[in-house]
C-alpha cells in the first residue's frame, strides 16, 4: 500500500509571497493533520481536517490555512510569508481518528523562505 | 513552553552501549507514542503505549509508560549504528485527535 506523499518536497519563496502544499494520505486513510518541524520549536501541530471540515487547530496565526477534498487529499496554505515560516512541513494519515491517533507521517514539504 | 520535555537532547555513544531516553510531562496521556526521524524523512512510528505501567519490547528496543501516564522511557540495548536518528515521543490528550510532540533526542552511534 502506497504511503502518505507530500509535493512538493523542496520549495524556496520570498517574504510576502504565498505558498500551497499538498498530501495525498493512505488509501482509506480519512484523517490528515499538518505539523511544521523547525530546529528550535520542534514539531508542532497545525490543524487536522477529517472528510472535508477541520476538527482541530493548533496555535497558529489565520495565514495558515488548509483544506481537505472529497478523496481525502490535503492542501495547506501560508499567505504572506515571513523568514521564520522556513521550515519542515508534514502531513500524517490516519485511519481512524477517534481514540485511535497513530498516525504516519509523509517525507515532508522543505519549504524556505528568503 | 513545551507539553512534553525529553532528555537528553543529544546523545552520542559508542556502538554496543546501552542506553534510555527520557519523556516527562506534567499532564495525563490517553496513549504516548515513539517516533524515529531520520534526515529528509518524516517521524516513522516505533510503537503506541497505552495503559498506564505498560512495557513493550520490540528487538532491542524497550518503551515503558509511567503508572500515572505522564512520562515514558525508551531503553536501547546493545546500540547500533543503524539506531542513528531523531527519537521523538508523542502523546495523545484524552479527546483530542492531534498529537503533542516532545522536544526530541538526537542520537549518534558510533561504531
Known amino acids: 500500500k502506497a504511503g502518505v506523499t507530500q509535493t512538493p518536497r523542496y520549495l524556496i519563496k520570498t517574504r510576502g509571497q504565498q505558498v500551497t502544499l499538498s498530501c495525498s494520505p493512505i488509501s482509506g486513510h480519512r484523517s490528515v493533520s499538518w505539523y511544521q518541524q523547525t530546529p528550535g520549536q520542534g514539531l508542532q501541530f497545525l490543524f487536522e481536517y477529517f472528510s472535508e471540515t477541520q476538527r482541530n487547530k493548533g496555535n497558529f496565526p489565520g495565514r495558515f490555512s488548509g483544506r481537505q477534498f472529497s478523496n481525502s487529499r490535503s492542501e495547506m496554505n501560508v499567505s504572506t510569508l515571513e523568514l521564520g515560516d522556513s521550515a519542515l512541513y508534514l502531513c500524517?494519515?490516519?485511519?481512524?481518528?477517534?481514540?485511535?491517533?497513530?498516525?504516519?507521517f509523509g517525507p515532508g514539504t522543505r519549504l524556505t523562505v528568503l | 513552553t513545551q507539553l512534553l520535555e525529553q532528555s537528553p537532547q543529544f546523545l552520542s555513544i559508542q556502538e554496543g552501549e546501552n542506553l534510555t531516553v527520557y519523556c516527562n510531562s506534567s499532564s495525563v496521556f490517553s496513549s504516548l507514542q515513539w517516533y524515529r526521524q531520520e534526515p529528509g524523512e518524516g517521524p516513522v512510528l516505533l510503537v503506541t503505549?497505552?495503559?498506564?505501567?505498560e512495557v513493550k519490547k520490540l528487538k532491542r528496543l524497550t518503551f515503558q509508560f509511567g503508572d500515572a501516564r505522564k512520562d515514558s522511557s525508551l531503553h536501547i540495548t546493545a546500540a547500533q549504528p543503524g539506531d542513528t536518528g531523531l527519537y521523538l515521543c508523542?502523546?495523545?490528550?484524552?479527546?483530542?485527535?492531534?498529537?503533542?510532540f516532545g522536544t526530541g533526542t538526537r542520537l549518534t552511534v558510533i561504531p
Open positions: 500524517a494519515s490516519s485511519s481512524n481518528p477517534g481514540t485511535d491517533v497513530e498516525q504516519f
Open positions: 503505549v497505552v495503559t498506564g505501567g
Open positions: 508523542a502523546g495523545a490528550l484524552t479527546g483530542a485527535n492531534n498529537l503533542f
